[in-house]
Structures are given as structure tokens and as C-alpha cells.
């Protein structure tokens, strides 16, 4: 089967190894500018354009680009493309374009799926590979994968499955479309819309629950900015891991004091306990050095 590449990131560059390696054939590689976070750019998808003798397209109109190829491509695969793909460019192949959507579809549609699935408390991060339609998020499947997570569970640990699992499912969503076939959307599930994050939705309310806090860290942690807060309003904070603590005392605290080391993490006060702090980044710091500036006063505050 020839095949088309739509999209950003290193989970589309993974993939074409995989589409490869199941005996099918690429016919073009189209991509955009990366976000600061991906690992994969511009150049990486120029470069394997190259070595592969394809035709090679960065951002520009996507049917000005790619109609022209549809003759010779039977399907597109498509992760993280900025915009929606129209209508023209999905129909000029033959089985469509196949998306990868980091959410259980039909019911986990929109952006920074997996983030809010940790900050939802959800039981599990899901991957759903789809033919794309008009509406977003929406359309028949071919595959599916899950990863259960639970209250220790970091956005980079979701990451790092994606890496495997996407690549792997658009291997076997190209060899069922022939096969199995699309399944259709269940109209009985009702959609449930998340919208993008931004780095400043990292920002801590110390009088949330420990809980809450707990999540928006680990949620907003290492592949992105992640969570932070102003230690006494002139000192950035960023906080990549945590844990809750349990004093072996009662406590009165102002939530986001800092009242006490566990060795060299700080331990800071929520509204309902405390949270030590195991990871974290200053303005000025980092590391050991960095606990050490948020741990020298137990009188510091965080706001």
C-alpha cells in the first residue's frame, strides 16, 4: 500500500519505520514547524524525505501540496497537524486519512488528551487510530490501545508509551483496512471535549488539595514547562515530581509555606497536608541546588 505522511512529532517519524517495515511504501511526507517540546522537527522529517527519494513538503496549502499525489497513494497517516485536514485533501485518497488521537474516541475528543486524563483522575490513557472526517475528532476506527494509570502517573511515562504504541497501530489499522474494515463510531457515547493547555495553566493554587496539586505536577511535568509557583514573588519555581507527605504531627500552615525539610526536599503546605517537593528548577538553579534556595527559610511562602 502507498502511503502518504501528514503531520509533527516524533510519534509520526517513528511511524514511518513502521509503515516500512509492513511491507508498504511511502509516497510523500508533508510537515509544519514543531512545538518547542517535540523531539522531531522540520529537518528531521526533510531528512528522511531524502533518504527515502520522496516528495518532501513543509507547512504551505495542503491541496496545492498533496492532491496532485493522490493518484499514486492509497492512504495518508496523520499525528499532531496544526489545523483540520479538509475535505479535499481526505478524499483524494482512497482510504482517507488516518489519524492518531491520544483519547479513547468516541468519547475523549480535543486537545492535551493525556494531560487532562491524569488531571481527570481517569483510570486510563487511551490511543485511537481513526479516519478522519469534517468533525473533529470524529469518524470510524481501525485500532485502539490503553495504558492504565493511576494517582504516580507523569505525563513523560504516557509519552514514552505513545512512542511505542502509535507507530505499532498504524501498522495494524493499515493491514485491517482491507481486512476487518473501519468500525463505526457508537452513537450512543456522549463526547466529552477537552481544550488545549497552555505553560501558565501550571501555575499552583497552594489552596487547592494536595490531591489536585498533586496532578496538575504531574500533568504539567517533563515533556512540558511544568508546574510552578513564585517563592516569595521573586523567585520562579518549577516543579517536575512530587509526593504527598505525612507529617507524623498536626499541623497549622499557611497552603504554600514552606515548613520543613525531609532531607534535602522542601515540604510545603497544602490546604489539606503537604507535599515534598523531589524535583524542581529555580530562576537561578537547578537540581540540589535548586531545593536548597526553596528549603532556606521555613518561613518562605510560595504565591
Known amino acids: 500500500m502507498r502511503v502518504g ?169 493499515l493491514d485491517r483496512i482491507e481486512g476487518r474494515g473501519f468500525i463505526a463510531e457508537d452513537p450512543a457515547v456522549r463526547p466529552f471535549r477537552t481544550f488545549p493547555r497552555r505553560p501558565e495553566d501550571g501555575r499552583i493554587a497552594w489552596n487547592g488539595s494536595t490531591r489536585q496539586i498533586l496532578a496538575l505536577i504531574r500533568a504539567s511535568s517533563r515533556p512540558f514547562a511544568g508546574a510552578f509557583s513564585d517563592l516569595e514573588g521573586d523567585e520562579r519555581v518549577t516543579i517536575f515530581r512530587a509526593r504527598r507527605f505525612e507529617p507524623d504531627f498536626g499541623f497549622s500552615a499557611v497552603p504554600g509555606q514552606v515548613c520543613l525539610r525531609n532531607g534535602d526536599n522542601p515540604v510545603v503546605a497544602t490546604s489539606d497536608g503537604m507535599i515534598e517537593i523531589e524535583d524542581c528548577r529555580t530562576s537561578s538553579a537547578e537540581g540540589g541546588a535548586a531545593k536548597a534556595i526553596v528549603a532556606r527559610s521555613l518561613r518562605a511562602r510560595f504565591f
Open 5 to 173: 505522511v501528514i503531520g509533527r512529532s516524533q510519534l509520526l517519524l517513528s511511524s514511518i519505520d513502521a509503515v516500512l517495515e509492513g511491507g508498504h511504501s511511502l509516497s510523500f511526507i508533508q510537515t509544519t514547524r514543531a512545538e518547542d517540546y517535540y523531539e522531531a522537527g522540520v529537518e528531521d522529517f526533510a531528512a528522511r524525505a531524502r533518504a527515502l527519494d520522496v516528495p518532501f513538503f513543509s507547512g504551505g496549502n495542503l491541496g496545492r501540496n498533496l492532491v496532485p499525489l493522490a493518484g499514486g497513494t492509497d492512504v495518508a497517516i496523520s499525528v499532531n497537524w496544526p489545523t483540520l485536514i479538509g475535505s479535499e485533501v481526505r478524499a483524494s485518497f482512497r482510504h482517507g486519512v488516518l489519524n492518531a488521537h491520544a483519547g479513547d474516541l468516541p468519547r475523549y475528543r480535543g486537545n492535551a488528551c493525556p494531560n487532562w486524563a491524569i488531571l481527570n483522575f481517569e483510570r486510563q490513557a487511551s490511543v485511537t487510530i481513526y479516519r478522519m472526517t469534517d468533525e473533529l475528532d470524529s469518524g470510524p476506527w481501525l485500532a485502539k490501545a490503553h495504558l492504565p494509570i493511576d494517582e504516580e502517573t507523569y505525563i513523560g511515562e504516557i509519552y514514552a508509551w505513545l512512542e511505542t504504541a502509535v507507530p505499532s497501530l498504524f501498522a495494524e489499522a
